[in-house]
């Protein structure tokens, strides 16, 4: 056969299997998120299913040893791989409901029944080396030279189909099509091969692409995780990082959710700016200094800043100050400008960039810097180090406050008493809140030493006809106040077992149906 297109097919062929396995982590952390765990179940099943098909696609290719035996295969691998995110979409609606019901024995049993769903085409695929490998080597002294060839030829494929659709075509296609798209190009490649075998016999093939197509007609495009009850969807996005769902409610809330949608990472309406939530506790944060006024706050920085609600809050209360906010994906931000009220926030300087490589490319010195990057299990390690919040505190002014929001349970706080610790090593003082009918608490770390006396005497010395949102905040925060823990945790730059206690606290929480405290 001719090994140039057979070198084709090898490089199509690891260039598809890469490409499904990342659309397989986008598909599946819409419902399930995108979490280590997530990770570690989509790579390691992906592997073991091409290890059954590196063993199956030798013995195969003994039996057969024939180009048109291959190009069949791959005619059902890419058919199989166009059907997945039709046959999973009714799992994974299912799914969601159960995973925002924290649904433990739902959700897992519609993770394995989804991920079962790639078992067969990655099989498939993973015949494709070996079978090339029988068809490539004519003479045994040549085996080596030709086995290196298929090989490296495949990881090409790979790296394309890495990159391309991680950064390029999930962003602008979506999950769907990105899989309908490599699907197709690996069965092109098929038919052509198996023409090339047969003649015009390979044709018969066709009714695989028709039948693809009318289920993609057939299956309505509605969103994924259906609206709360009462609520409409406005918009759904995929993104490089993220799938992103807006809601709006009967009251005119605008809510923004990512992923399996645990959680609201920003609120909006258009006249109400105090919403009872984590979001109000960051305007707090500079009364934790002595005789400190709202007109002494000038400036913010929030690292993590979503669809931009801290900053919105803050413009309300504290007039147009300087404010940047930094968040890693900019469809986000476009969802903040058009649904969330960004484009009335002519201070703020929204930049979309990693946070701490955001935090040490800024210029001058900030008031207040609020990290709200921490919604377990999507802790980004590198932000919770001692050097991290070194350089936080360089970047702070000499009565500056860090405020970060911390997940935890009912009954573990493991993670808060680590970054408590973590605190301690960069700054005066540390205090800590539980936010109310949450599973949040927020620190304050403060450059002066501070006590809560502090923060007490500032909310009985502000007007609260002047600053009503303010007044009310600060109370609850008064309130709020809780005793620290302890820990011998310590995150470094060099060590940061923060996978490990996230992992556990989050299986923790959702075996024990922690959810039901807040019902």
């Known amino acids: ?208 692409p028709v039948v693809v197509v009318i289920l993609l007609m057939a299956f309505p495009r509605t969103p994924l995780r259906a609206a709360a009850e009462g609520s409409v969807v406005l918009e759904e996005r995929e993104t490089a990082y993220n799938y992103i769902q807006v809601q709006e409610d009967a009251q005119g809330y605008r809510l923004l959710s990512l992923n399996e949608g645990q959680g609201v990472h920003s609120i909006y309406h258009p006249t109400i700016y105090g919403y009872a939530g984590t979001w109000d506790y960051f305007l707090s944060a500079p009364f934790f200094n002595a005789g400190m006024t709202p007109s002494e706050v000038d400036s913010l920085m929030v690292i993590g800043l979503a669809a931009g609600t801290i900053p919105r809050q803050y413009q309300h209360v504290f007039g147009d100050i300087r404010m940047v906010g930094i968040e890693i994906d900019p469809g986000i931000i476009e969802m903040g400008y058009d649904w969330f009220g960004l484009d009335e926030l002519p201070t703020l300087q929204a930049i979309a960039e990693d946070g701490r490589l955001g935090l040490n490319q800024q210029q001058g010195l900030f008031d207040v810097i609020a990290v709200d990057a921490y919604k377990p299990p999507y802790i980004p390690w590198h932000m919770t180090t001692v050097e991290f919040f070194g350089e936080v505190r360089a970047k702070l002014t000499d009565e500056g406050v860090l405020a970060i929001n911390v997940g935890r349970t009912p009954t573990d706080r493991r993670l808060v008493n680590a970054l408590t610790h973590v605190l301690q090593q960069n700054f005066a003082t540390v205090h800590a809140i539980d936010v109310p009918r949450s599973f949040n608490t927020i620190l304050y770390a403060t450059v002066q030493p501070t006590t809560p006396v502090m923060l007490a005497e500032n909310l009985n010395g502000l007007d609260s006809g002047a600053y009503p949102l303010l007044s009310d905040v600060m109370s609850s925060t008064v309130s709020s106040l809780v005793p620290l823990g302890t820990s011998d945790v310590l995150f470094t730059d060099d060590h940061a077992p923060l996978e490990t206690m996230v992992d556990s606290l989050v299986l923790n929480f959702l075996l024990a149906g922690e959810l039901e405290s807040l019902r």
């Open 1 to 208: 056969m001719n090994r140039a297109f057979l070198y084709l097919t090898v490089f199509t062929g690891g260039m598809s299997t890469l490409a499904i396995e990342l659309s397989a982590s986008r598909l599946l952390g819409a419902v399930f998120g995108t979490s280590n765990l997530i990770w570690a179940n989509v790579i390691g099943l992906i592997l073991l299913y091409l290890t059954v098909g590196y063993f199956v696609g030798g013995r195969w290719a003994d039996r057969s040893p024939y180009a048109h035996t291959l190009y069949r295969i791959l005619l059902w691998a890419s058919f199989l791989s166009a059907l997945i995110p039709l046959m999973a979409r009714p799992i994974l609606s299912a799914a969601a409901a159960a995973v925002v019901q924290a649904e433990a024995g739902v959700a897992l049993g519609s993770f394995v029944a989804t991920i079962a769903l790639f078992a067969v085409p990655i099989t498939l695929l993973g015949t494709v080396s070996p079978f090339a490998i029988k068809l490539g080597v004519q003479r045994v002294e040549d085996a080596g030279r030709v086995s290196g060839a298929i090989y490296a030829i495949s990881t090409m494929g790979s790296l394309l189909g890495t990159f391309l659709p991680t950064l390029f075509i999930l962003p602008e296609l979506g999950t769907t099509a990105t899989f309908v798209l490599f699907a197709g190009i690996l069965y092109a490649v098929a038919l052509v091969g198996l023409i090339s075998q047969v003649g015009l016999r390979a044709l018969m093939w066709l009714w695989m």
